[in-house]
């Protein structure tokens, strides 16, 4: 079954709950629940020109077949964020300081990065 599945801005085209479902490992996400996430998502045109990037950190509060849900800090801080539990997608962080180039904001240590880079379909063309 191919659906649209929209999470925080993110749309996944070629998913459906089954792959969620049927691959997630809750006791592996438990222990994801309450390290710091540093996320990077750059959405990039139909010649791979960069269109958006967000920077987003925060807690991890929740991870479920769902969704993950992060408590953000920094100029975000007391919004809730949720992404998709493509956990696989998750990198030990290096530690050090992150500079943000899209707030400024400096992350020191995170747990764990987050980067996706989200092609733009090309309109589609009328005729």
């Not at 809750?26 to 010649?47: E, H, M, P, Q, S």
């Not at 960069?50 to 408590?71: D, F, M, N, R, Y």
């Amino acid at each position: 079954m191919n659906m649209r599945r929209h999470v925080s801005g993110i749309v996944l085209n070629d998913t459906s709950d089954d792959y969620f479902e049927s691959g997630f490992d809750a006791d592996f996400a438990d222990g994801f629940i309450g390290k710091y996430l540093l996320v990077g998502i750059t959405r990039t045109g139909t010649k791979g020109k960069v269109l958006t990037q967000q920077q987003l950190h925060g807690v991890i509060v929740t991870a479920t077949a769902q969704c993950i849900e992060i408590e953000l800090g920094g100029v975000h801080e007391g919004e809730t964020w949720r992404m998709p539990p493509i956990l696989e997608k998750f990198s030990p962080a290096k530690r050090g300081k992150y500079e943000l180039k899209t707030t400024g904001e400096v992350v020191e240590d995170p747990d764990f990065t987050f980067t996706l880079t989200m092609p733009t379909p090309a309109p589609a063309m009328v005729q």
